[in-house]
């Protein structure tokens, strides 16, 4: 596949779970980055910013790409996506809070739901979260650690997590605190964010057509089976996904 970089690109990533960790340098996004680099030839700036400034850049045109991005109605205004996983979110929540179900936690006023910051799940995790906001029952954070921690402090009684999470809850303080509640919601597509403002139609279907070949020959199954058991990481990249 023959591109035409003429410039110099920019793709952040952003630290969560096995997708990427500032600590270790790793991740699946970080895995992901360098294949891109590699197979383009092009010169990729690769940094590291939160979620919500990656989104904010992304839809001014002042960033090219990121990883591991999940589309709404808003979004699709000025970022298009090309999908390499899939993955179901849940709802990690005190055992002594006494939630059986996602109405358990949504009816009880005295819990307070954790969340990142500009982060958006599956249809039932996202009506749970705005209807808690609305009820000014949500606490934000940058990051999974700072929510970790006032999940163990009992300042918040519940978070959304996905399976990239579930290492960093077994290190954690939570883990002996908590159980795993199942939102029912099907599985969401994942992909290589590209901001409409700063990359051609052109060159959004070259970076598609790649990522594309990624998962036509294996190596997004390669980089996923670095970090999960084979059943699950087969799991979250051969689903059938939309092109």
């Known amino acids: 596949m023959a591109f035409d970089c003429p410039r110099p690109l920019t793709l952040a990533l952003h630290e969560h779970g096995l997708l990427y960790s500032s600590r270790t340098g790793a991740g699946i996004d970080k895995d992901m980055s360098d294949e891109l680099i590699r197979r383009s030839g092009c010169k990729i700036t690769v940094s590291v910013m939160s979620r919500a400034r990656i989104w904010q850049l992304i839809e001014s045109g002042a960033l090219d790409f990121s990883l591991s991005g999940i589309r709404n109605d808003e979004r699709d205004r000025y970022a298009a996506f090309a999908w390499y996983f899939s993955n179901k979110y849940y709802l990690l929540v005190r055992k002594d809070a006494q939630v059986r179900q996602l109405a358990d936690f949504e009816n009880n006023p005295a819990l307070q739901l954790g969340v990142i910051r500009s982060f958006r799940y599956g249809p039932s995790a996202n009506r749970l979260l705005d209807k808690l906001h609305a009820a000014q029952r949500v606490t934000y954070a940058s990051g999974l650690e700072p929510l970790y921690q006032v999940l163990a402090n009992k300042r918040i ?55 594309k070949d990624m998962r036509d020959d294996g190596t997004v199954l390669a980089i996923f089976e670095k970090y999960f058991k084979p059943e699950l990481a087969n799991a979250l990249v051969n689903l059938n996904l939309p092109w």
Do not use: C, N
Not at 167 to 192: K, N
């Open 157 to 211: 009684h519940g978070m959304i997590i996905e399976p990239f999470d579930y290492s960093q809850i077994e290190v954690m303080p939570v883990r002996d605190l908590t159980s795993i509640i199942e939102t029912d919601d099907p599985p969401i597509p994942h992909g290589l964010i590209m901001s409409k403002k700063s990359l051609s139609t052109a060159e959004q279907e070259k970076w598609h057509a790649l990522i």
